[in-house]
């Protein structure tokens, strides 16, 4: 549809379109920065969608039962922030929307979580918001399968670009909704031949339709600038027992004289000039940022279009079982249950007193068949590695189409989707995800890893086989960069535990940090327990902590992680045979050393001693500790990998590499 | 076709496949780890295919127009491993199969490229191969436009599994592959459906033939173990106008009364006991490693088939003009050009005497346009983001279906399909590919980067907007700790150039440096020009150097890289004013300063002054420099990242996250 037709059949949706695409159009001018032309292209189907489709009280963002939308095409921001300002959500105000990607602002250039409600995911690396929402749609029916469909009844709504589509991990996603049939999840592409580049087709020549339906998907399509059409095609595909494509055609840049249809349209201001040719075009007279009265009172009607049916649904919540009540709200505000403390406890003593020695994979199960019982919130899986990851407690059964309440999610070889599906399902609320694949894979999940950190979400990563001590399967599965990858990155707990006590140790402290995602690399082979005196208190959250101490003057002090500290503790017998005395720092989580204050860390990494690290992996970043700035000494080494594994019984490796007692001993003495 | 029909009706095929299968089964056990089910479960695929399709004499797998096999499933490589030591691959003897999964032998636990001859690429990490794949098919094409058919002609055959095809990157892959319509590229799928945690229906319900048509392919199907209906499917897909994708529905661990159709197949040894069974099953009665004389020269011969071929082949090329001859000759030795130097000195010369004010992405756009002219191997591209990567320059021309000729590609929204493609670019031989999107998004590209570094493929990443210089898009598209990650990884050298003149020289190195990728990390910002005198030492090569020499007492030395030696510069000055002598250090390449001797890096970093570093990124590795074995200060600071970034124009986030000229200065003084 063009537009002199539009604006003479719908002249009210026109102008309410109209506003989301000047305040994109101006505050895009305004930042002299951004992207203009996808907003202007899909505000008539997010109108429509905002109007008639999307369940949402704006007053009540934080309403659980609210549909999820998911602007997945994040450099269209704009378009995002014009609808939570238009609708009446709190914070939004125009002071935003004027100061867009500005210092401070909550209107940064893509759609940042946290920022402001109604931002329901952090967007912009293209394709994470759909993999992102399949995770919202399987929280949403996790939840309704734990507490009813009275109290979860919602979708999840995602616009996408050509970007989002073409991005590998939008296939990942698409498999696991297909196969799940998440028949509440819709998304609504923005089909307008463009990507920055130029046109799309210069790059692909994929019948997306075609491509979805492949997975088990339903496609409807519809034009993206008909608002009946639209309203059409999101009422068919509300009613979809599987996933739901919509193909909106729509013209970027729609109404841009020079920019519509090209990439021009994509990442720059249209500029003084063609603005004030677009604003004719859309009969569209006030100033920048002016929205008339009759159109902005409009918008804060449909931003109260929910409030009744919120109430009810309020009303609902009330009636439940007050336990049942309770938990509904326990699992929404990401409680850890108050059983779950002792559940750990009794573990942890359970275990010091056998001392099994067993893989930290292993152990991390043992955990784990702790946990789950004590805390049904949790959604496990594995991409395809349930076996090797140990991620599969007895008591979970399977997520699946006719098992919603199942709690194991067979993700498939999909790392990135998992990671992505796991991000979803923290968002969501209700549900506390965790999944494993191996830590060399880490390298397949990346990107939603990384926004796990940036958003802050609570999500477990049970990376096994994380080290040469993988063994056969060689180099390209043995993780040599990777923990100094994830060390490297803000806001992520890397844990590498030691023994079956450090590990339940740092499953306790994952499930109760809020705001933090948890990354556990774990050990393929056996380990024996070296916490063999029961504390209550949880050690490993002091991030590294004294494990052996010497006997004699303190002259070397070995530091390690996971399954080195085995090595570090015959290390300092070799040396504690001769006369020198050597404590054992085990050291599972460098970020919570960290932050520790000085004084703890001193305790446990006074000045004076040779310092010795051992990890069989790269030392990139080990220097901080053995000769950083806070106080160490300068006579330090590091024992461990310079450059890739390879593939032979993991023994044999270790000697190979010579990460051992005998080397880590032969190092301490080089330097006294 | 079952066992029994397929031994009645094709005796000879039968001994040629079962002495692949049960090579496999026995090195499995032997090793008593690996991938038994795959091997036993193609068998029949690949008999056929090495029997009358590959083109490929085994004497001389360096034949630069073989074609080319990629077991994209590299678990199996028992099936790869048994091909070359049945056909006759030199290296490849019986010592090595019965060696597999062990210390330094060739037979790695997954395929691991320069082990021996004939293996094409490293596989394991799946999906890798398809995608590498459609990157040696790219190459076939391009020096087929390059050389005449005469001299290139061949295909690129994949096998991959399930797993290959749920991953993201495999999407990528596909789409690139059918857009660019490289028929030449085969795709053989083992649809046996079983993944390592059961049936693939478990977590997937693409229709995979819908989904590769969707995409532009060229589909069939066979019955994996009909060697007739096999041999009818690779010559029907020999003749597409299109990629192909032939399914072969086959049973993992064919034959195993126990295993067959099951995950028990997949990843573990079968057992002494049921290894017993299939053999009588087979009719095999000969012992582990026993090949009987007449299969064994049954496919020694096949291991022949390709040799008058290569030997016309070798004439035709005798043929050629000489120039031309030598020019194939020397791209595919990965020989850089002997102008290339002059071309790179005359630049730096010039932008010497210039000095302009340019972001290092657009500086690394000039070398590009001096490099390109004169080295006709170069293949660019960039991931949708060409205006941004500065990655084209005027004279390299479209890469497309009907423009073989042309040397930029339009890789799409496809950072990891990119990187996979540009290995198999460089494996192939005759090109010498970059690629570029924005740094942050080298979180997508992961999985591919590694087996960059792992192979050795000389591959270069022009990896733009390279800290929060990248200002508006915020955090999402802002790295952090990216260098850190990627210095981190082996055998990967990491350049962040401060201005034009160490963007040339970095270039040079990329492109002379064979055996390791390289990642060129550019600032999105305008710097200034600080190698104003210019050297036609490329002074970049090592690693490190004095810049700037203090005056008077060198009582303070400040690094930096990248867009932040402007500032180091800065606070030299700011320093030098109060009278404080400050050297400062460019540290362009890490890897390449700690391969320097000793005496070099001390003389660059002496012992005694108080060392500041400034990087707007994380800080993580720093400590090395700062504080690390080489005889350092033990005052040190560094002037960093230590979160996420945010958005607003970049001079704002500098001052914002005190990444200033005045902070550092100040860092000094509070450590002296």
Known sequence: MDIATLRASHPEHWMKAA???????????????GHPGMPMGMADVATVLFEKHLKFDAAHPEWADRDRFVLSAGHGSMLLYALLHLTGYPGMDLEQVKHFRQLGSKTAGHPEFGHAPGIETTTGPLGQGIATAVGMAMAEESMAARFGRKIVDHRTWVIAGDGCLMEGVSQEAIGLAGRQKLNRLIV??????????????????????????????EVLSCDGHDPEDIDRALTAAARADRPVLVACKTHIGFGSPKKQDTAGAHGSPLGDEEIAKVREIYGWSHAPFVIPNEVAAQWAEIGKRGAAERYQWEVRLDQLPAAK?????????????????????????????????????????????????????????????TGSN????????????????????????????????????????????????????????????????LMGAQVTYVMTHDSIGLGEDGPTHQPVE??????????????????????????????????????????????????????????????????????????????????????????????????????????????????????????????????????ALSGFGWDKWLSGERGASKKAGFVGMEGFGASAPAPELYKHFGITAEAAAEKARSLL
């Open 19 to 33: 506003a989301i695409r000047v305040l994109a159009m101006d505050a895009v001018q305004a930042a002299n920065s």
């Open 482 to 615: 990777h923990v100094a990858m994830l060390r490297a990155t803000p806001n992520m707990n890397v844990f590498r535990p030691a023994d079956a006590v450090e590990t339940a140790e740092a499953w306790e402290i994952a499930l109760t940090t809020a705001g933090t995602p948890s990354v556990l690399a774990l050990s393929r082979q056996n380990l024996p327990t070296v916490r063999t005196k029961h504390s209550s208190k949880n050690l490993t959250a002091q991030g590294a902590y004294v494990l052996a101490e010497a006997e004699g003057k303190r002259r070397v002090i070995l530091m390690a992680t996971g399954s080195e500290v085995e090595i570090a503790l015959a290390a300092r017998d070799l040396l504690q045979a001769e006369g020198i005395g050597a404590r054992v720092v085990s050291m599972p989580c460098w970020e919570l050393f960290e932050a520790q204050d000085e004084a703890y860390r001193k305790k446990v990494l006074p000045a004076g001693p040779v310092r010795v690290a051992i990890e």
């Open 188 to 217: 609504l592409w923005d089909d307008n031949g463009i990507s920055i580049d130029g046109k799309v087709s210069m790059s692909d020549a994929t019948d997306q339709l075609a491509r979805f339906a492949a997975s088990g998907w």
């Open 325 to 385: 009540k309770a938990e509904f709200e326990r699992v929404i505000a990401g409680e850890a249950p108050k059983k779950l403390a002792g559940a750990i406890r009794k573990l942890k003593k359970q275990l010091a007193e056998d001392a099994p020695k067993v893989a930290t994979r292993k152990a991390s199960e043992m955990a784990l068949a702790a946990i789950n019982p004590v805390m049904p919130e949790t959604i496990g899986g594995s991409a395809d590695l």
């Open 390 to 453: 140990n991620t599969l407690t007895a008591d979970l059964g399977t997520f699946d189409v006719d098992s919603r309440k199942g709690r194991y999610v067979y993700y498939g070889i999909r790392e990135h989707g998992m990671a992505a599906a796991m991000n979803g399902l923290a968002l969501h609320g209700g549900c506390m995800p965790y999944g494993g694949t191996f830590l060399c894979f880490a390298d397949y999940a990346r990107g939603a890893m990384r926004l796990s950190a």
